[in-house]
């Protein structure tokens, strides 16, 4: 392990990496004009932030009759507060943000790889995988990356210094830590769960000492006492069980287990990774791999951790039977003594070659020139796939929820209907409606998931039926059966999605239109909104 968090060496190691990061969040930003999947409500507790500051908002409004308790762990919507105070767009913000977390946490992701293994090139590769998985950039390039990009960066810096922590014991170090798991808690409770299991699984492997877990358990107390300003208050305001609420939801805890039973290529060849570095010896990262499968049915903390595992089973066995072969050797030591006397012509006139040769020629330069070409290789390639991955028919991975028609429909809702009213929105706009809307949005499982498991699944499973609904006799139905009267039901025209997947415009407008029911009072390119008449 090197004695500097990052030095001169490190830079043509961690140069492609970032080229990576940088060329992926330029992709993103070129293919999506707006950004994929939704930050409303994220941006709505920003606007409470700030109307209520210095203190916590109680609920966040407009998202279902109620609104929704606000348990939310602040941080991050404390950083955006100057942004949207300065009167930024939350559109903009959401699509900008994002990709800046997505090549920042790429520094901790190669600091943490490097020093576990005491190898720069697996450092590289590990990092350069986590840049460019789309699985894992769903979660933090996306508008939710305003959160959870910001949650990952945290945590892959606690897991570096935690890192440094139980193998050197210094107490510098163990302020660190402690400082970035109360950050961690205070961002997102899902990934404090895995800087905890991380933590646990580090001094399991690393320093299994008494001296070890007291440092461990240090961490995870301070983290806890220095987070309690916030969860004490959520606790006095809506009791304890607000938390044990939102366990329940999104998979759960241990929801992993079932998606085990239907796991993708990807997910096998992360897990069959795991599988051969058990068999070599290695326990960290078997462990860990088993335990994100395990915990977490979001599969990109395994895929994080599985680009480690891959990272390490290229570096450290793959090329190396690489190089083994004296014909690779040869064709290495070539291109390196090519490529060092171009440099050394261009500089000064001498001729390197023989030490280039020489460089490459032993079984750790001819890994180390390996590792690089794979580097740069996969810098240009990983991009170009992601790239296809997100323009080539239908995009499950940066879906974008709203256009310029639903921009034009919100806007018409804000100015045109009565502060009081009500609309159930179809399609996934409906979590952007109440914040450019300001009128309360009926149906829709965000922030709910405070309140109850039974709460959650029941919006969720009303909205993404009536979003789906073609006839209006489907839409009555889901509402009497949802219990909700609204005001006005917004219609999408065009192509829109539920839950992130695409679906093709229905005839539902055109039968509203047909309905003594319901009366068009809006229609764009994308949006038809209907009053209710009766019923």
């Keep these: 392990m090197t004695d500097e968090p990052l030095t001169a060496r490190d830079l043509r190691w961690l140069a492609p990496v970032l ?7 330029v992709v993103y ?13 994220y941006f709505a507790v920003v606007e409470e932030l700030l109307a209520c500051f210095p203190c916590l908002p109680a609920t966040i409004p407009h998202y279902t009759a109620a609104g929704v308790p606000f348990a939310y762990p602040p941080a991050a919507y404390v950083l955006l507060t100057p942004l949207v105070a300065a009167g930024a767009d939350p559109i903009l913000v959401s699509r900008l943000v994002p990709p800046l977390w997505t090549v920042l946490y790429l520094v901790p992701a190669y600091l943490f790889a490097r020093d576990l293994r005491d190898s720069r090139a697996v450092g590289a590769v590990a990092a350069l995988l986590i840049a460019v998985n789309p699985q894992i950039l769903q979660w933090h390039v996306s508008a939710g990356g305003v959160v959870r990009g910001f949650a990952m960066l945290v945590v892959l810096t606690g897991l570096y210094t935690g890192l440094r922590l139980f193998r050197t014991g210094d107490r510098r170090w163990l302020a660190a830590s402690t400082a970035l798991f109360g950050l961690a808690v205070l961002t997102h409770p899902t990934y404090s769960l895995f800087f905890v299991t991380g933590y646990a699984l580090l001094w399991a492997t690393v320093d299994r000492s008494l001296r070890g877990f007291g440092r461990g358990l ?6 806890v006492l220095l987070a309690s300003p916030w969860w004490l208050s959520v606790v006095a305001t809506h009791g304890p069980t607000v938390f044990t609420a939102a366990a329940g939801t999104h998979g759960g805890i241990g929801g992993g287990i079932a998606r085990l039973l239907d796991a993708s290529g990807w997910s096998l060849l992360v897990l069959a990774g795991g599988a051969l570095l058990l068999a070599a010896g290695h326990v960290l990262l078997p462990a860990w791999l088993l335990a994100s499968e395990l915990l977490f049915i979001q599969p990109r903390f395994a895929y994080l951790v599985g680009s480690v595992v891959l990272a390490v089973l290229t570096v450290e066995h793959a090329l190396p039977r690489l190089a083994s072969s004296d014909r690779v050797a040869a064709a290495v030591g070539r291109v390196a003594a090519t490529v060092t006397g171009a ?5 000064d006139g001498g001729n390197a070659s023989s030490s280039g040769e020489g ?3 032993d079984g750790r330069g001819v890994v180390t020139t390996l590792a690089l070409g794979f580097l740069l290789v996969g810098a240009l390639v990983g991009p170009a796939v992601f790239a296809a991955h997100v323009t080539v028919g239908s995009d499950s991975t940066t879906p974008q929820f709203v256009d310029g028609s639903d921009r034009e429909a919100m806007a018409w809702a804000r100015a045109e209907t009565a502060p009081d009213a009500t609309v159930v929105v179809l399609s996934d706009a409906a979590e952007w409606f109440p914040l450019y809307a300001d009128r309360t949005m009926l149906v829709g499982p965000w922030g709910v998931e405070w309140r109850s498991q039974d709460a959650y699944d029941r919006q969720l499973d009303t909205f993404v039926e009536i979003s789906a609904c073609e006839t ?6 889901e509402l009497a059966a949802a219990g909700v009267a609204p005001d006005y039901v917004y219609v999408p025209t065009d192509e ?13 407008a055109a039968a509203m239109d047909g309905s003594a029911r319901y009366e068009r009072v809006f229609e764009n390119d994308g949006v038809a909104v209907f009053r209710r008449t009766s019923g």
């Design 19 to 25: 080229f990576a990061g940088v060329a992926v969040a």
């Design 29 to 41: 930003l070129a293919t999506n004009r707006y950004p994929a999947f939704g930050a409303g409500l």
């Design 218 to 223: 240090t961490v995870g107390i301070g983290g």
């Design 343 to 347: 440099a050394n012509r261009g500089s």
């Design 359 to 361: 460089a490459a020629s």
């Design 472 to 477: 209006v006799e489907c839409v009555d139905s």
């Design 496 to 508: 829109y999605t539920i839950r992130g997947r695409r679906h093709a415009p229905t005839g539902l």
